[in-house]
């Protein structure tokens, strides 16, 4: 009885473990997925995690990592970065995490910040949490592709690539030009659009469709989470 016992103990320890795993798996999934650049650090800035999108920004050299830990190239940033994570930090080890907001950079190059920091389930205040930093660029377009505008509304390639061009904010005729098509041909895929998305202006097409976007990264069977690179 107590063999048997012990063997079920050591079955939910293993299923609960394989759990933790996928579930671990598909939250680094679902936070690639996300236009907003998500980084979880630790108190020194050491970056534990980032996501696709955060990825992203270090690889343009919008921020970046120096001996692991998250700075910025542009002067001054680096220390409001250690600064607004301190202040986080310290808030959580007296009260409830609040979310922390902040903005860096000029018009052109805006990072728009929002920092909190978290604790795992049953670690006490005066453990050292963990802190998620999520970053946006306010000014930077953000469009679904040309898959996805089909599978929504059923577009035809050509019309999808119009409808993406009027979406960056241009008038029919530039879009036509820049596509290389006929105005004529353009008016008649714009119907076509209005038709299939049901709307009636340009503006009100720009608004439907920068709605539906939703950045898959990769094929999901091949999916592998990133790994932590911090120390």
């Known amino acids: ?102 903005r860096l950079g000029d018009v052109e190059d805006a990072l728009c910040l929002a920092v909190v920091a978290a604790r795992r389930p049953g670690e006490a205040r005066q453990d050292q949490p963990f802190v998620m930093v999520f970053a946006s660029k306010p000014c930077e377009a953000s469009l679904p592709d040309t898959q996805q505008l089909r599978s929504h509304f059923g577009l035809t390639y050509a019309q999808a690539k119009l409808a993406i061009e009027i979406a960056k904010g241009e008038g029919l005729k530039v879009c036509t030009q820049r596509l290389g098509i006929a105005m004529s041909t353009g008016r008649s895929h714009l119907r076509q659009i209005f038709q299939k998305t049901e709307t009636r202006r340009q503006a009100e097409l720009v608004r439907v469709i920068s709605a539906c976007r939703v950045n898959v990264p990769g094929a999901v069977d091949a999916y592998q989470p990133q790994e932590c690179f911090g120390t």
């Open 1 to 102: 009885m107590i063999t048997l016992a012990a063997h079920r103990h050591s079955a939910v320890q293993s299923v609960s473990s394989e759990l933790t795993d996928v579930t671990g798996q598909f939250a680094s999934f679902a936070l690639d997925c996300l236009e907003t650049a998500v980084f979880v650090l630790n108190a020194d800035l050491h970056i534990q995690f980032a996501s696709a999108a955060a990825r992203h920004l270090l690889e343009e050299g919008r921020l970046s990592a120096r001996n692991g830990q998250l700075c910025s190239p542009l002067n001054g940033e680096t220390a409001t970065l250690r600064r607004v994570v301190r202040q986080c930090v310290e808030r959580s080890s007296i009260g409830p995490s609040q979310m922390t907001f902040y």
